[in-house]
């Protein structure tokens, strides 16, 4: 029986969310681990009062309802990217297996835990470059938080212009690497629980601006809570985090 069914969902996520980005290695079995919620502005606040309001996530019209005949697996969303040019991309779930759960909050920073068994495959969320990958895991436990965290991952800039990385993978697959171009959905490697992951089977999955492309770890490994888009995409839904994203950029200014 696969490990996070084995534990109750609770204690799976406490174990697994408290070490992705733990500075001091894994905490004593009494620590209570510390989340950080995903921040309600006075804009999404306004729009859930107001249903017939504009979708400010949405970065173009909203896309008709996917009908239950499972045709939207194969639709398209439009996008625009950082700059302004429209895209037409589609979105999927980013691991290809019917027993997966995650959370909308994470510790520490904003990015999601996609709890799934060791081995099931990691697939791209849209078409577009691969920006970074690892092929080796050279965590140390209780080491300072860094760009090692992660153990082997994958970092693909999609054709919407916005970065998305996963990592803790067991494996990368054969011919992912840097400056390859990948179709949404394509194989990038495999679930796994390399760097800091707590021994517990998961992907770790942030979503950023591409900023440095490269190197920038404190943003790649996530600026923005994925849980909303996930959800959309688990359901064959398009919802896009294009705007989501230039809005944090615009805000930050590409600083974590």
Known sequence: MPLFRALSGLTVLAVCLAGCGSVTGS????????????EVTASASAAAAAPTAADPTAAA????AAPSSGAAATSAAPATTAAGAPKTVKYVFPVKASNVDYHPTHSKYPATDIFADCGEPVVATTSG???EISLKDVYVKGSPDGPNNGGLSVSLLGDDGVRYYGSHLSKVQSGITKGVRVTAGQLLGKVGHTGNANGV???H???SPPCAKVGDWKV??????PATFLDSWRKKGQKSPVATVAAWNRSHNCKA
């Open 61 to 64: 019209p909203p896309t008709p």
């Open 27 to 38: 905490p004593p079995a009494t620590a209570t681990p510390q989340f950080i919620e995903p």
């Open 220 to 225: 790649r490994r996530g600026v923005i809570w």
């Open 129 to 131: 470059v691969v920006l």
């Open 205 to 207: 999955y942030g979503i």
């Open 201 to 203: 089977c998961h992907l």
